[in-house]
């Protein structure tokens, strides 16, 4: 079965500096995809970036960059430069595609991250 | 151009009772998929609706159930409420790229069941 796995459940970061936050996951599948989602405590999940399976490059959105190792199966989410409005709940998700074209998201348990100023 | 917009957005009722909760999907979109998050916990995954249909249902009971109209609107019902359906509830809707199919959420609805 398909699974993500958030070790941290929570972080701190001070602001302006860079912070990791874990992902592993397990999959037999060869195609799949991985999504990083910011959810505030107003409780919208927020898109940030988004991996594929077979994209050879590191997928980069502004101040978030995704650091694919395939070989070890992680998926962590790096922010760049943090600033207090992203103190948040962070989740890792998959994309499980399932049969007739369809797909579900599999979500991690989440980080919760607080950046001081 | 709206995002995912989802009714109401609290909710409190009583165990046994039946709940609606509603979803309009982004514009462009024609699937929807309804989440169920508990608290301190990542979303699961309810059902998929699509072309009006029901396509996937994840490990939830038949009290469950939904329903997609033709403008790809979507409702979510649950019956017999139980204490443990407290919850926040997420529509996301899809149909955008179909090779990233990224889901995009709605702000949720919080159901507190006494």
């Known amino acids: 079965a398909q699974k993500i796995t958030q070790t941290q459940p929570g972080m701190f970061v001070q602001e302006k500096e860079a912070v990791t936050l874990d992902c592993t996951y397990d999959?037999?599948?060869?195609?799949?995809?991985l999504f990083w989602y910011k959810q505030p405590s107003s409780g919208e999940m927020i898109f940030l970036i988004y991996q594929g399976s077979y994209d050879e490059q590191n997928a980069t959105e502004g101040r978030y960059s995704l650091n694919f190792q395939k070989a070890r199966k992680s998926a962590n989410l790096v922010i760049s430069a943090s600033q207090l409005g992203d103190s948040a709940m962070y989740f890792c998700a998959m994309r499980e595609d399932l049969s007739g074209g369809y797909n579900k998201l599999i979500f991690g348990a989440g980080t919760r991250l607080a950046v001081h100023p | 151009d709206a995002g995912v917009t989802q009714s109401p957005t609290h909710l409190i009722k009583t165990r046994g009772q039946q709940v609606t909760l509603r979803c309009s999907p982004k514009s462009g979109h024609d699937t929807v998929s309804w989440y169920q998050q508990a608290l301190g916990q990542g979303p699961q995954f309810i059902f998929q609706?699509?072309?009006?249909?029901?396509?996937q249902r994840g490990n939830f009971p038949d009290r469950f159930s939904g329903h997609q109209f033709p403008n790809y609107s979507s409702e979510l019902n649950v019956n017999a409420l139980l204490l443990g359906d407290s919850a926040l509830y997420l529509c996301?809707?899809?149909?955008?790229?179909?090779?990233?199919?990224?889901?995009?959420f709605g702000p949720g609805t919080r159901l507190t069941v006494t």
């Open positions: 999959t037999s599948d060869q195609s799949y995809g």
């Open positions: 996301a809707s899809s149909g955008g790229d179909r090779e990233v199919d990224e889901q995009y």
């Open positions: 609706y699509y072309e009006e249909e029901e396509r």
